[in-house]
C-alpha cells in the first residue's frame, strides 16, 4: 500500500511516497508533472533492480534514512538514550496534515517512545522548497545526529559544487566529483564559517550561469552545519544537512532542525540564484520600513580605527555626508578603555576620555549632516581585560586556558543572566541615544560548538529587535563569517567580506549573488592603499564593485583627490538614481566567455531595464575583448543599450566601434545570442552597461 503527496509551483514538482506506513521517499523532484500524473505509478516505478551480492529488496532512501531498516549509507538520526545506549527507531506514519502548498506528516516509534514529524512547504512565487523535521521524545535522550528531510540529487549531474573560504577571502567555490562514498562538511566552528557556508549547488550535465537543469540547498542556521552528499553504492545518491554533529549538549525530550531551503531550475544557476535571492529579500527579512531606500552607508572603520577623536570624527562625516553618505557608522573603541582589540569587550558604557560629553555631539553633528547614526556592537564576546570579565569570569563560554581569539573569549549565550546584563546594556544605550544602525559583529570562534549558543543569540537578537522594532541590525562576523537565513530573518544587511579590495570583492560579490540579493550585501568603497591586500587600485573601478550592491565608503575621505571625490560623487549620484529598481532587481550571472571578465546582469523586476557590470579580473589571453552575450531578455523585443562610463576609454582602445559613440539598438535575440562588444581595457577595470527595453 502506497501514500502519495506532491507539492507543486509553476516550474517544478516534488513527490514524496510512503509504503507500508514507512518513512517516505522523494520519488520525484524536478519540472511540473501534469496534474493527473499516477503517484501510485511512478513510486513503483521509482523501484530499482537488484542483484548478486545484494540485499533482496533496497531500502528506502527516505527522508530520514533508518538506521534499523539496513540501510546502507548515512542515516539521518543517531541518537542514545540517557544512558548512552544507541537507539535505531523504525517509524511508522501517524498522521497528516495537509494543505495546497505545504503538508506535515507525523510517524512515531512507539516501542521507544519517539515522535517524528516532517514539515515541507513550497512558495509557488518564488519556487523555494522549505523543509525542516521535528523529534519528540517521552523521556529525555541523546541527539548525535538529526537531518533535515533528506533530499535525492539528481543522476544526470557529474559534480557538486559547495562554499568554502577565508577571512577576507569568502564564498570560494569547490568543485568536487561524484563517486561512491559520501561528501562530508561537519562545520565545528560554532558559527556559520567563512570556510564553510551551509550551501550546495548541483549543476546538472551541460549545466551553465544562463541554461541547463540544476539544483541547490541552503540551510538556514549560524551555529555550523554538517553536511553530507553521498552516493550509494547501489548509484542512488542522498543530501543531508543538519545543525553540525554533537552540538546538542544535554539531553533532551525535544530537538527540531533548522530549514532547509531548496530549489530546482531549468534556466541555470542564475534560476536557483534569483530563487534565494526573491526568498531571502521577500519572505526572510522583515524590514522596519520596507519603502525606505537602502541608504548609502559611511564606516569610520578603516579612517581611524581605534584612534577616536571627536573633531576628526566630525570631519569625516562632514566629508563622507559631501560625498554622498546617508548613514555614519561608528566602529570598534567608543566604549569602556578600547584603544586596541586587547581590551573592554564586555564594558559596554561610554569611553567618557573619548566621549566626555556621551555619543550626543557626534550624533548631532551626523543629523545636521543629513545622516542617520549607526554604532558597532559585539555582543557575544569579551576580553578577559575587561570588568565585566573580572566580575563574572562564570559567563566565559569554554575553559579558562582556552586559546585566544582576537585576544577575547565567548560569552556564554546559553546564559539567561548574561542575555539580560547584555540587553540592559544595549537598550540603555538605544534608549538614550539616536541610534538608527547597529553593526553586530562576531570575531572569534567558539571554543567548542554548541547549538544553545546561536539560540541564546537569536533570543537576544528577537528582544532588541521587538523593543527597538526601527533599528536596523548588520551580521558582521570577521567580515562573512555569519551570514546565513537563520540569521538573516533577525538582520537586515550582512559585511560580506572585511576585505575592501575591489578585486578580490568582485570574485566574492559574484559568488555570494548564487544566494544573496543586493539589498542585503554591503559593499564599500575601500582606501586607495588597500588595508587587506595591500593592492592599489583605481578609484573607478573600486566605485563600480562597491555599485553593484548595497553602497557605501569605507576609507579616510581626507585622502581623496579632487578627482577621486568627483568620481564617487558621480557614481554615487547614479546608484541613489538607480537604487530603487536595483534594490528588487534580479542578479543574473553571465556566461563570460573570456575568463578574465567576471560580469553580472541586474535586471529589473518588470524586465524593462537593465544594468550590466563588465569587470576585468585579469589580463585577457586574446587581443580584443569577446562579445558577452547577455540573459532573460525578450527575444522578440528591441533593446537600447549604451556605455555609462564612456569617458574610461583609454587611448590604447584604438579601433571604430559602435558602442564608442553611442548606443546601439538590438533585439533581445541578438543580445543574448551574439552579445554585446566591449571596448578594449586595462585589468581591473570595469564596463557599465545600461539597457532598455524600446
Known amino acids: 500500500m502506497s501514500r502519495v503527496w506532491r507539492l507543486d509551483t509553476s516550474r517544478q514538482t516534488i513527490a514524496l511516497a510512503s509504503r507500508n506506513d514507512r518513512l517516505p521517499e522523494v520519488i520525484y523532484w524536478g519540472p511540473g508533472l501534469p496534474d493527473d500524473e499516477d503517484l501510485g505509478k511512478l513510486h513503483d516505478a521509482h523501484a530499482i533492480d537488484v542483484t548478486g551480492g545484494m540485499l533482496d529488496a533496497n531500502p528506502e532512501l527516505s527522508i530520514c534514512p533508518e538506521s534499523a531498516r539496513s540501510f546502507p549509507g548515512q542515516p539521518g538520526l543517531v541518537l542514545a538514550d540517557g544512558h548512552g545506549a544507541s537507539l535505531h527507531p523504525r517509524f511508522a506514519y501517524e498522521s497528516e496534515v495537509t494543505g495546497k502548498n505545504h503538508v506535515s506528516l507525523t510517524f512515531s516509534d512507539a516501542e521507544l517512545g519517539l515522535v517524528y514529524t516532517v514539515h515541507v512547504a513550497i512558495d509557488p512565487e518564488i519556487h523555494i522548497l522549505q523543509a525542516r523535521a521535528v523529534l519528540e521524545a517521552n523521556r529525555p535522550v541523546r541527539l548525535h545526529w538529526f537531518s533535515a528531510p533528506v533530499l535525492p540529487a539528481p543522476q544526470h549531474c557529474d559534480e557538486m559544487w559547495d562554499f568554502t573560504g577565508r577571512w577576507c577571502g569568502e564564498f570560494q567555490i569547490t568543485r568536487t566529483l561524484w563517486t561512491t562514498g559520501a561528501r562530508l562538511r561537519d562545520n565545528r566552528t560554532g558559527r556559520t564559517g567563512h570556510e564553510a557556508f551551509p550551501g550546495l549547488i548541483l549543476p546538472c550535465r551541460g549545466a551553465t550561469n544562463t541554461q541547463g537543469a540544476a539544483y541547490a540547498f541552503h540551510y538556514g542556521w549560524s551555529g555550523g552545519h554538517r553536511m553530507v552528499a553521498e552516493e550509494l553504492p547501489d548509484g542512488r545518491r542522498q543530501v543531508q544537512f543538519g545543525n553540525a554533529s554533537g552540538t546538542e549538549l544535554e539531553l533532551g525530550t525535544r530537538f ?41 552607508h559611511y564606516n569610520c572603520w578603516e579612517a581611524v580605527y581605534f584612534d577616536h577623536k571627536l573633531p576628526v570624527l566630525k570631519e569625516i562625516a562632514t566629508r563622507a555626508a559631501a560625498l554622498g553618505a546617508e548613514r ?134 528577537d528582544r532588541l529587535r521587538r523593543d527597538f522594532p526601527t533599528v536596523e541590525i548588520e551580521s558582521c562576523s570577521s567580515g562573512g563569517g555569519r551570514i546565513d537565513f537563520g540569521i538573516l530573518s533577525r538582520t537586515h544587511r550582512v559585511w560580506l567580506s572585511d576585505s575592501n579590495d575591489a578585486l578580490e570583492r568582485l570574485r566574492i560579490q559574484h559568488n555570494a549573488a548564487l544566494f544573496l540579493p543586493m539589498a542585503v550585501t554591503g559593499s564599500h568603497v575601500g582606501p586607495r592603499d588597500c588595508h587587506t591586500s595591500g593592492r592599489v587600485l583605481d578609484i573607478r573601478f573600486r566605485a563600480w564593485v562597491a555599485a553593484q550592491r548595497h553602497m557605501g565608503f569605507e576609507m579616510d575621505p581626507r585622502e581623496l583627490s579632487e578627482d577621486e571625490v568627483a568620481v564617487l560623487q558621480q557614481v554615487t549620484a547614479w546608484w541613489k538614481r538607480n537604487r530603487a529598481w536595483m534594490t528588487r532587481a534580479d542578479i543574473l550571472r553571465l556566461d563570460s566567455s573570456d575568463p578574465a571578465v567576471i560580469a553580472e546582469q541586474q535586471l529589473a523586476e518588470d524586465g524593462e531595464r537593465f544594468v550590466v557590470f563588465a569587470g576585468k579580473a585579469d589580463t585577457s589571453a586574446q587581443i580584443a575583448p569577446r562579445p558577452l552575450r547577455l540573459t532573460g531578455l525578450d527575444p522578440d523585443a528591441r533593446y537600447r543599450v549604451d556605455i555609462l562610463n564612456r569617458e574610461d576609454l583609454h587611448a590604447l582602445s584604438r579601433g571604430s566601434m559602435a558602442l564608442k559613440d553611442g548606443p546601439i539598438e538590438a533585439s533581445g535575440q541578438y543580445l543574448m545570442s551574439q552579445g554585446v562588444a566591449l571596448p578594449w581595457s586595462f585589468p581591473e577595470r570595469m564596463w557599465i552597461v545600461e539597457g532598455e527595453k524600446l
Not at 534565494?276 to 519572505?283: A, G, K, N, P
Not at 559567563?395 to 549565550?413: H, I, N, S, Y
Open 256 to 296: 527540531e532542525t533548522a530549514t532547509l531551503y531548496a530549489t530546482y531550475s531549468d534556466s541555470g544557476l542564475n534560476g536557483c540564484a534569483v530563487a534565494f535571492q526573491r526568498h531571502l529579500r521577500d519572505r526572510i527579512v522583515t524590514w522596519p520600513d520596507p519603502d525606505r531606500p537602502r541608504p548609502v
Open 328 to 461: 555614519f557608522v561608528l566602529d570598534d573603541g567608543w566604549f569602556g578603555t578600547r584603544d586596541d582589540d586587547t581590551s573592554s569587550l564586555g564594558d559596554w558604557q561610554i569611553d567618557p576620555r573619548k566621549y566626555p560629553d556621551g555619543l550626543a555631539p557626534l550624533i548631532e553633528h551626523v543629523h545636521s549632516e543629513g545622516m542617520a547614526f549607526g554604532i558597532w556592537l559585539e555582543p557575544e564576546m569579551i576580553n578577559p581585560e575587561s570588568e565585566t570579565y573580572r566580575a563574572h569570569p562564570d559567563w566565559a563560554l569554554g575553559p579558562e586556558d582556552q586559546v585566544l581569539g582576537r585576544q577575547q573569549m565567548c560569552l556564554d549565550m546559553s546564559n539567561p543572566e548574561v542575555r539580560d546584563y547584555l540587553y540592559g546594556c544595549f537598550a540603555d544605550l538605544l534608549g538614550k541615544n539616536e541610534i538608527d544602525y547597529i553593526k553586530w559583529d562576531h570575531n572569534r570562534v567558539l571554543p567548542m560548538p554548541d547549538a544553545a549558543q546561536p539560540r541564546g543569540t537569536y533570543e537576544l537578537l
